[in-house]
C-alpha cells in the first residue's frame, strides 16, 4: 500500500529535542553543554550522543551473551537480547520516521531498553525476584544500568527522555498491545515496535531450534511467508491506523487482532513449554557461591548474577559439575569481575527508580 499520504502525519505530536530536560547525573541540566562525551555534546544533538553512549556501552556488549527466549545455543543466527535490540531499533526508525516523529529519540531508547535484563531471558527475571524477595523489573535494572553502573559506576549520563522512554517501554503482560496516550508518541512506538521484534523473532528461533514445526495451528502465514514481510505488514498497519486517529495506535485493524492471536499461540505452544531446570541448578550454586565467598564481601549477589551472561553462568555449571568446591579463579574471565570494585557495598531497588 502506498504510505506516502501518511508521511509525516504525527509530525506536530512529535517530541522537541531542544525541550529535552537534559542528562541527568550531570551538574550541567542543558543537553547541549559539555558531559563526559566532550566534543559529541556541542556537535550532535543529544539523543544521538545517547545512541553513541549506548553503541560503546559494555551492557550492550554483555547482551550478546544473553538468552532473548532460547538458552544461548551454538548458533549463532539465535538472537541474543543485543540482536534483539537492534531488531527493536530496525522496527522503529521507519514507523517514527513516516509519522515525523523524533527518531533520534526512538533509536536511543531501542538500543538502551534491554541492557538490564537478566540472564535467561524472563525466567531469569523470575528467579531473581523469587530469590530477593523483591521483583525484578528489567526495565528498571536498565536504567540502573545505565546510570549507576556503567563507566566505572559514574553511568552514562542519558537524556531524562531516553531513561524514560527506557522505563516505560515493556508496560503491561496483556497480549492486547495497550498504550498511555499520556506518554511521549515515542514511547509507545517503541512498545510496538519490541513487541514486533520479539515475536516474529521469537517464532522464528523456535522453528529454527527445532521447538515448533510447519504447518502448525499458528496464524503466522497471515502476516507473510518470510520475517521481513510479517514485520513489514505491522508496521504498515500501524502508520496508517496511526495516521488516520491522530496519535500512534495498533488495536483496531484487522492485522492487530491477528497479532494479539499468535502472541496468545506463542505464549501456549513456546514460551510456557520451555524448561528451565538446568538453569535453576546452575543459578542456585552460584548464588550460594556469591553469597560464601569473601572475594565478594559487600556485593549484592542478585545485582551480580543480572550482570553476568548465559555463557558464563553455563561455564561456572559445568565447572561445579566436575569439581566439588568453585574456585574465584574460576570466573576470574568473567565480565562482572572487571567491574567488581565500583559494585562493593551497593544494593539497588530493582522495582523501581526515581529520575
Known sequence: MELKKYHGALAHLAFDTKKSKGRLGCSCQKSDQFDDDGFLTCHLNPFQVDIIKALNSKALRRAA???QVFPIPNNPHIRTRQMHSLEVAAAAMPIASILGLNIELCEAIAYCHDIGHAPFGHFGEHYLSEKSGKPFIHAVSSVIVAQ??????????????T???ILHHSGTRDYDVRLDQNLLQEYLVLKLADKIAFTFSDY?????VGWISEPNDSNIFFFGDYQRLRVAKCIEAIIIESAEKGRVSFQDSEVAHEFVNLR???F???YLPINFDVQKSYLDRLLDFLTKDPHFESCDPFLLISLMTDREIFQFGEFCNSASIPRFETIQNFGVIEILEWLRGKEFDFSQVKL
Open 65 to 67: 551473551g544473553k538468552t
Open 148 to 161: 549507576q553502573i556503567e563507566r566505572k559506576g559514574s553511568g552514562l549520563n542519558l537524556c531524562f527522555e
Open 163 to 165: 531513561l524514560n522512554g
Open 204 to 208: 522464528n528461533d523456535a522453528k529454527r
Open 264 to 266: 496468545k499461540w506463542l
Open 268 to 270: 501456549e505452544k513456546v
